[in-house]
């Protein structure tokens, strides 16, 4: 698939990128920083997201979705970015969405998808133990006991546990990994107060569930999971292209205006290099997210290349937002000022299903060496 | 589609029956390249034979007009010839600033004689150039050149010196930037003249690289006649014609840095020093090295990609193409400093087939003119900052 969009996902961008710039802009997000909903989302936000379609743009028609496909989805996500849009898009739609329509049982998908596609579910996915995300070292937290499964788990970063209704939770038995669908009333969860003042949480489970709450063991172990993963991660890593371009362009523009001898600052060589070669890394980093959007739609194998794309975004993303705040002078490091909103959203979406380094090992690894 | 798939079939055929087997052998050094020109310099006989018969057809440049002696093939069609020529791993019939630099220019700037009179030798690789823009006093800073060109009436007189001119002591004609009015601003009064390197009073004196090689020189012109019809353009207007050029000269010297070979940095690497038992480079801190070369490069290559399909659908060339010059001659350079960790100490051999004539050393050595030559790196940043960021001066 070519590398081009085309005239309708420009318009798709284009009226999210004006939607999200008027209602839920970076000021929007100043005032949940300031003044948290007790759901950790504002729910007429919400509301109008799910009314325009967006949380089924990427769920098949035959589940209640609009099979428009995953790069429009992409797209969103990137303005939600730039925007810095507080919602349970990437939880309920990027996330918990991805791992049922990967590895749900046809009876969960026919039971949650359409609700996902509509908007009238908030769901989370709890997949990590302890600091770092690493899929190898799932501790085993699901024994079978006859007909029904033993579920016992702490599980940490879950982005908007707190208003979920459901969450599917990946865990580990001794044979493979085992995922369930379970619903809010089943856990316990601890608000956890996160850099980027988003709604995040650690979820106790500790809890008998039955065979219907159980995913697709098969799909889960026959590359499933990883796909999954991979898909949520070129997501996210569209979410970080709009935090690292918009970061950016506003970096730019305070260098064409604030003044320091006699000049405007960008006039400095020492800035402008490191601007024009930061604007280059930026161009790769949309070239890699489109590659890796287009890649989910063609049913490519992800493997590498969506690592590549995290890994990528990851490190730009940093330079952009760490360049946002020197740039920017002693203003930059004050709360008053925007820059610093970019550089803490950044790096709890990097942190979100593995880091720089955890990409970077598994792209290597993917390529042989 | 169906007249596509015509197309390929002759075109398949017609490579089988006429491509050498000798020119579906890799490109292994400089020489296997073919430049063309009056004394033309081979490694293997086919190689003239290769361009010959491509020449015929036009397809050494094959998007070229017919009426040029190009190929006149459609993008679609000139895709399809490419395809086919790697299926079978045909080498490029002929590589020349002629095809790649001048042609171009003289395309959208040049008369219809010039045209007629130019073209076609460049096709049949029977007249090599080479490119006389920079000078002793005059190279981030070109637009300072003086290098004078005298009005006689029906042809100018043109005196003084170039510098790094490529191949200019194999080179049949030249492609000259010359000062023939100095009283305005630097950029105006600057012509862009051709003329014969055969012509009395130019001399040339090889300069030797790093590499060991010597590929460009010195250039001197002491009073060179050179006929008004070969001015290209106005007079005094020379300057968006050099620019002009030189984006085709990017764009080749970007292309520098497209990875090779079947296997990558990474591959090479493992097979080289070993992997432990998960499978990961025992080399570490290398390790992560290579891993940030080879994403950069994937990077690199979808925003090629990207940008070609952009200009293709109509929606022009967007900003990214400024960067090409400057990422994939650093990405050239990052991927030469890292064959010499990856290979170790036979990459630093310089003769004897041992080493095979120091192929790596001299390879990694001439890599770090890719970002001086064309422009260099900081010049292409503050092109960047200025015309696309918008920063002002300084
Ligand atoms: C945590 C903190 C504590 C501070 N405490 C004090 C204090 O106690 N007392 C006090 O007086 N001040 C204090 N400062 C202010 C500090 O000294 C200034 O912020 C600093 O000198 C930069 O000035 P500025 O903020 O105006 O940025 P600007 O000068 O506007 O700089 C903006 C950007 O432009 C760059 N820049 C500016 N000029 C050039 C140039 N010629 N070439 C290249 N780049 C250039 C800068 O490096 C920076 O990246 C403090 C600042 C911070 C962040
Ligand atoms: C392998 C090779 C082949 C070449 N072939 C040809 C050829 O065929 N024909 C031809 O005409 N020329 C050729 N050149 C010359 C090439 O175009 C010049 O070398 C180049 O433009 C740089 O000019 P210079 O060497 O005078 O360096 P300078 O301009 O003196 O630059 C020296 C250093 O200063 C930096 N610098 C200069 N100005 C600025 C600025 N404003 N801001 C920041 N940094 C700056 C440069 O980036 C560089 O690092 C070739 C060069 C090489 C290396």
Redesign the pocket.
């Known amino acids: 698939m070519s590398l081009v969009l085309n005239e309708e996902e420009i318009m798709l961008r284009d009226s999210a990128a004006g939607f999200l710039a008027e209602t839920a802009n970076v000021d929007a997000f100043r005032k949940h920083r300031d003044n948290p909903p007790p759901a950790g989302f504002d729910q007429a936000l919400w509301g109008s997201i799910a009314e325009m379609g967006w949380c089924g743009i990427a769920i098949d028609e035959a589940h209640g979705g609009l099979g428009y496909g995953f790069t429009g989805l992409g797209l969103i996500i990137e303005q939600m970015g730039k925007n810095l849009t507080v919602s349970p898009f990437n939880s309920t739609v990027l996330m918990a969405g991805t791992a049922i329509a990967q590895f749900g049982t046809e009876a969960q998908k026919q039971e949650w998808l359409p609700k996902i596609a509509a908007g009238e579910v908030v769901m989370a996915l709890a997949i990590q133990e302890g600091s770092h995300f690493d899929l190898d070292s799932l501790s085993t937290s699901v024994s079978a006991q006859g007909d029904s499964f033993a579920v016992k788990a702490e599980k940490r970063q879950v982005l908007d546990a707190i208003g979920a209704d459901a969450y599917v939770v990946v865990g580990k038995d001794v044979s493979g990994y085992q995922a369930f669908i379970v619903t809010a009333d089943q856990v316990s969860v601890q608000d956890q107060s996160m850099v980027d003042a988003r709604s995040s949480g650690t979820v106790v489970i500790d809890i008998s569930l039955s065979a219907d709450a159980q995913m697709d063991p098969q799909s889960l172990n026959s590359g499933g999971l990883e796909r999954a993963l991979d898909i949520m991660n070129i997501g996210l890593a569209a979410e970080l292209l709009g935090v690292s371009v918009e970061a950016f362009e506003r970096t730019v523009g ?2 064409r205006e ?4 006699g ?1 405007v ?1 960008g006039s ?4 402008q290099h490191r601007a024009a070669d930061l604007f280059a890394e930026l161009e790769l980093c949309k070239a890699i997210v489109l590659k890796g959007l287009r890649a989910v739609d063609a049913g490519d194998d992800l493997g590498g290349l969506a690592s590549a794309v995290k890994a990528k975004l990851a490190q730009i993303s940093q330079r952009a937002t760490n360049e946002g705040v ?9 709360d008053e000022y925007d820059i610093g909103f970019f550089i803490k959203r950044a790096r709890v979406l990097e942190h979100t299903l593995g880091d720089f380094h955890y990409h970077l090992d598994r792209y290597a690894l993917q390529g042989g060496y | 589609m169906s007249d596509l798939n015509t197309f390929r079939t002759e075109t398949r055929s017609w490579l089988e029956a006429n491509c050498p087997e000798s020119m579906r052998v890799p490109i292994r050094s400089f020489e296997d390249i073919y430049n063309g020109g009056r004394n033309p310099e081979m490694s293997h006989p086919d190689q003239k034979i290769w361009c010959d018969r491509m020449a015929e057809r036009g397809w050494t440049v094959p998007e070229w007009p017919k009426a040029y002696g190009g190929g006149g093939l459609s993008k679609a069609e000139a895709k399809v010839l490419r395809e086919e020529m790697a299926r079978i791993g045909a080498r490029s019939p002929l590589d020349s600033f002629g095809i790649s630099m001048l042609g171009p220019a003289l395309l959208k700037f040049g008369n219809e004689d010039q045209k007629l009179e130019h073209l076609p030798p460049i096709v049949r690789g029977e007249i090599r150039w080479c490119q006389g823009y920079s000078e002793p006093n005059a190279g981030s800073d070109l637009a300072s050149l003086a290098t004078r060109a005298e009005d006689k009436g029906d042809h100018y007189i043109v005196n003084g010196q170039k510098i790094w001119t490529s191949y200019a002591d194999k080179a049949d004609w030249i492609f000259c930037l010359v000062r023939t009015d100095n009283t305005g601003s630097k950029h105006e009064g600057i012509s862009f003249v051709l003329f014969d390197m055969a012509t009395p009073g130019v001399t040339t004196r090889p300069i030797k690289l790093i590499s060991g090689s010597s590929p460009f020189c010195e250039t001197f012109f002491d009073d060179v006649p050179v006929l008004k019809k070969n001015l290209v353009g106005e007079e005094g207007k020379g300057w968006t014609i050099a620019k002009y050029l030189l984006t085709h000269e990017r764009e080749m010297i970007s292309s520098f840095g497209a990875a090779s070979g079947k296997k990558t940095l990474g591959q090479r690497a493992a097979d080289n020093m070993g992997t432990d038992a998960s499978g990961r480079l025992r080399a570490g801190t290398l390790r992560s090295v290579i891993a940030q070369y080879q994403l950069d490069t994937l990077a690199f290559a979808a925003t090629m990609e990207k940008v070609t399909a952009e200009a293709k659908a109509g929606q022009g060339l967007g900003p990214a193409s400024s960067i090409f010059k400057y990422y994939g001659t650093e990405l050239n350079k990052r991927r030469n400093e890292l064959l010499l960790s990856v290979e170790g100490e036979s990459a630093l051999g310089w003769d004897g087939e041992e080493y095979n004539e120091g192929e790596i050393a001299r390879a990694w050595l001439r890599s770090k003119g890719n970002s001086i030559e064309g422009g260099t790196s900081e010049v292409q940043l503050n092109i960047v900052a200025k015309r696309v960021l918008g920063l002002p001066d300084a």
Request: charged share 15%.
């Open positions: 305070y260098l604030r003044k320091q001898f000049k600052i400095f060589q020492g800035l020197q740039m920017h002078g002693g203003i930059g490091m004050t």
